[in-house]
């Protein structure tokens, strides 16, 4: 009797463990379709973007300078991790993808500056000899993502203007389709000639190249900043969608092993109740014998 309870214990608590997974399931399932959405409305702003520097360029007078990367070589990681458990080798894969791609980019540790975004990311590089000089923490919703992403641009200019770091990467996991994703690279800065070039020579898609009446380079800056500020943006939603299709599969797998230990369990469950009503029905025959002897 003991040993059934024991028993039963164990399959009450995995029907809870069970009840938790499935709603973790259910929870990461609702934030990667709401990331999706918010990604969609980003490419909008993508769209705007560009076609308001389009104009720009179409417009101001003579080549734009675009600011060339230092020769010192210097380097400012921005790496994209959870603040979060159970996603599975989210961290770890970030994290090695990063270190591979600075060590192909030939930028010595020394001249390496990495800020994390989320700390469960931290560990991983750690254990790989990195040091993260600057962490921050978020909130994943969007007043908490918004005010974060601008704390990051503060740390940049900072970065460009005391450090002299003119080279910024951003690291980052990209979702796929179902609950897949894969390491992203990203440069932000320097900005890209040639993008801008492009986009001077883009054919408009109205009648008219439109106009406009302020000064262009404080639209041009204003611009250059909105454009900085989404592609951190999008980074982190992307992130935090990849976080949770590496979580739901985590949760897929788990249920799965919950499962199959449950119908592991019940079976024992079956046979041990057998075996007692067997021995149950073994002593009342034999204690039935005994009696009948015992009268004859």
């Known amino acids: 009797m003991e040993q059934l309870e024991m028993l039963k214990r164990k399959i009450d608590n995995e029907n809870e463990l069970k ?3 499935r709603t973790m399931k259910t929870l990461a399932a609702v934030s990667i379709r709401e990331y999706g959405q918010m990604g969609g409305s980003l490419h909008e702003y993508q769209i705007t973007i560009e076609m308001g520097l389009e104009v720009v360029m179409k417009n ?25 458990g ?9 994290a090695k993808f990063a270190i591979k791609n600075m060590d192909e980019l030939k930028v010595i540790r020394e001249n390496r500056t ?7 990311v931290i560990s991983q590089l750690e254990e790989e000899g990195e040091i993260v000089e600057e962490r921050f923490s978020y909130l994943g919703n969007q007043s908490g993502i918004t005010q974060i992403i601008l ?6 200019e900072e ?22 994703y894969h390491p992203h690279m990203l440069y932000l800065l320097p900005l890209d000639k040639e993008w801008f070039q492009g986009l001077a020579k883009r054919k408009c898609a109205s009648r008219s190249i439109p106009t406009f009446t302020m000064d262009w380079n404080d639209l041009f800056s204003s611009l250059i900043r909105q454009y900085l500020f989404f592609s951190l943006y999008r980074a982190l939603i992307e992130s935090l969608a990849s976080e949770n299709a590496s979580r739901l599969a985590s949760m897929q797998k788990a249920e799965k092993n919950i499962e199959e230990r449950l119908n592991e369990l019940h079976v ?3 046979n041990l109740r057998q075996d007692s009503i067997t021995m149950e029905l073994l002593d009342v025959v034999t204690g039935f014998e005994a009696l009948t002897n015992k009268k004859r």
Not at 151 to 156: A, C
């Open 86 to 94: 159970m996603c599975g080798k989210f961290n770890e894969i970030i």
């Open 268 to 270: 024992q469950y079956h």
């Open 19 to 21: 009840s938790l997974v």
């Open 60 to 84: 101001i007078p003579g080549e734009v300078m675009i600011v060339e990367p230092l020769k010192k070589n210097r380097l400012g990681a921005i790496i994209f991790g959870s603040e979060q």
């Open 159 to 180: 970065w460009r203007t005391q450090r002299e770091i003119e080279r910024i990467v951003l690291f980052y996991n990209m979702p796929l389709s179902g609950s897949s």
């Open 114 to 120: 990495i800020m994390t975004l989320g700390d469960r």
């Open 151 to 156: 704390q990051v641009l503060t740390r940049i």
